[in-house]
């Protein structure tokens, strides 16, 4: 396609690959596409230690160094053969050397600072603390006060940019990675209910890490208390045992057409997690309008207000969780309300397309803001995908 006018922004999105983070880089390539005024390079920073990187203690170990070595051999890959505009890293751990890039703008992206992260570590094996802390303090505060503007999934991290970090709140734009509405049709809280009369209630939880998203606690729940009572379905790569009214879907992907269809199906989400920062299982639920029952963890009390789209648990409290879900089983007018608002939401607050191009327009401002756009008619240049050397 031709695009007429002054050249396309040269885009450099540098994005880790890691847990909820690859869903957000497929929904923002998707859309991406959709903007002639952009001409993107990907490089997409894998997680598992490789190569050299797999043999070095202190690299293979520590996914921040891993990352940003990752992420610094990418980005002097694709400025060999393209001229950036401007570069985003997704997330900080991408972007420890990114002031090195002094001669292009740089926007950072994340779900979490590392102190918001410090508060749920434990349940990611990392353990804060220690005589580096302070040097992993000051090489973070440099990247961010280096960097042009900065994107927040949540206010939860824009408080601690601002609070632990110095970041003015004016560089600091809230933006949630959101959800593909188009895979996730609207259906009506009462259809749904209405559809659940003759069967037993369906109870749904997504997880990949079943320990830290609250799986053990959901099933222990479950055998105790709500087997003879409704059917849970478990969407985990860990290794489950079914049972009576007990369900295991393993190796499912995200977007795929068995994870809508489980969506689809089910009657209440269940995701009462131990620790995370802001997880996208929770807005996928509320754009498929069930009521969600989760926990006062990390961002999601500002995804789900208690008693308006779900309601909140203290985390690993099995009997907090008892009586949500007994009192949604209950209450098929209720599972209805809180899904609508809860889709509702999601329209409102989440939606990928219209998040893509707020975040769009961030990059474009700090391109703008970097340098002088020469005023020449040029091709939309093909998306490029860079590797990331190991």
């Given at each position: 396609m031709e695009f007429e006018?002054?050249?396309?922004?040269?885009?450099?999105?540098?994005?880790?690959?890691?847990?909820?983070?690859?869903?957000?880089?497929?929904n923002l390539q998707r859309y991406v596409a959709d903007d002639p005024t952009v001409a993107p390079t990907w490089m997409p920073i894998e997680f598992p230690a490789?190569?050299?990187?797999?043999?070095?203690?202190?690299?293979?170990?520590?996914?921040?160094?891993?990352?940003?070595?990752l992420a610094q051999r990418a980005v002097s890959a694709a400025r060999k053969e393209t001229q950036l505009d401007v570069l985003f890293y997704h997330t900080q751990v991408t972007a420890l050397l990114s002031p090195s890039q002094h001669d292009v703008p740089v926007v950072i992206s994340l779900d979490a600072t590392p102190l918001n992260y410090d508060t749920v570590g434990a349940y990611y094996g990392h353990t804060p603390g220690g005589p580096l802390e302070s040097v992993k303090h000051?090489?973070?505060?440099?990247?961010?006060?280096?960097?042009?503007?900065?994107?927040?999934?949540?206010?939860?991290?824009?408080?601690?940019?601002?609070?632990d970090y110095g970041v003015p709140d004016e560089k600091v734009t809230v933006i949630a990675p959101g959800v593909d509405l188009e895979q996730w049709p609207v259906r009506c809280g009462q259809d749904r209910a209405a559809s659940s009369m003759n069967r037993l209630p369906r109870l749904l939880f997504v997880g990949g890490d079943f320990e830290r998203k609250g799986g053990a606690v959901l099933l222990d729940c479950f055998r105790r208390y709500l087997y003879q009572d409704c059917e849970l379905h478990l969407v985990t790569q860990t290794p489950v045992e079914p049972g009576h009214h007990l369900y295991v879907h393993n190796d499912v992907t995200p977007n795929s057409e068995t994870l809508l269809r489980?969506?689809?199906?089910a009657d209440i989400f269940v995701?009462?997690?131990?620790?995370?920062?802001?997880?996208?299982?929770?807005?996928?639920?509320?754009?498929?309008?069930?009521?969600?029952?989760?926990?006062?963890?990390?961002?999601?009390?500002?995804?789900?207000?208690d008693g308006e789209q779900g309601f909140l648990v203290a985390p690993g409290s099995v009997d907090e969780l008892r009586v949500a879900i007994h009192r949604l089983m209950n209450s098929p007018q209720l599972r209805a309300r809180l899904g609508n608002h809860g889709r509702a939401t999601v329209e409102a607050n989440y939606d990928a397309a219209r998040n893509a191009e707020r975040?769009?327009?961030?990059?474009?401002?700090?391109?703008?803001?970097?340098?002088?756009r020469a005023p020449t008619s040029a091709t939309h240049a093909a998306p490029q995908l860079v590797p990331a050397a190991n």
């Open positions: 006018g002054p050249r396309p922004y040269q885009l450099g999105f540098v994005m880790e690959q890691n847990l909820g983070h690859r869903t957000h880089f497929r490789q190569g050299l990187h797999a043999r070095l203690p202190v690299v293979r170990s520590n996914w921040s160094v891993r990352a940003s070595l000051r090489i973070n505060r440099r990247a961010l006060d280096h960097a042009s503007a900065i994107v927040s999934w949540c206010q939860w991290a824009k408080d601690s940019l601002i609070r489980l969506y689809e199906e995701f009462p997690t131990l620790a995370d920062c802001a997880p996208l299982a929770v807005p996928e639920a509320m754009a498929a309008s069930l009521p969600v029952i989760t926990t006062r963890i990390g961002a999601i009390p500002e995804m789900v207000r975040l769009l327009d961030v990059l474009k401002d700090a391109a703008g803001r970097g340098r002088e």
